[in-house]
């Protein structure tokens, strides 16, 4: 009862012969206790929770991104002509204060 037949990491049955569960000659058997319990790996009962909930936003209309030279053009200016001199550490573009 508490020891389990083991052929190629799949339990065999307890009351099925070697033939009935494909034994063949030369196969290799193994011998394994039983423990309680067992490795687990989370729940897949809260899978997609937070997505779920989550409720549904429209997307918005946004103004097309410009491309190429103008966007080059856009970023040299942001850059370095519109550039005020200011003491301190720099803030990012996305900052908020």
């Known amino acids: 009862e508490d020891q389990v037949l083991l052929l190629a990491g ?5 009351e099925a012969t070697l033939g009935q569960c494909g034994v063949e000659a030369l196969s290799t058997l ?6 309680l319990g067992g490795k687990v790996h ?14 549904k936003v429209a997307k918005q209309e946004k103004k097309k991104k410009k491309t190429g030279r103008a966007k080059r053009r856009m970023q040299y200016n942001r850059r370095f002509v519109n550039v005020v001199p ?5 803030k990012g573009p996305n900052a908020n204060s």
């Open 10 to 14: 799949t339990p065999l049955e307890d």
């Open 42 to 55: 989370g729940s897949l009962a809260r899978a997609g929770k937070v997505r779920g909930q989550t409720p």
């Open 86 to 90: 200011t003491f301190g550490k720099k």
């Open 30 to 35: 193994e011998v394994a206790g039983r423990m």
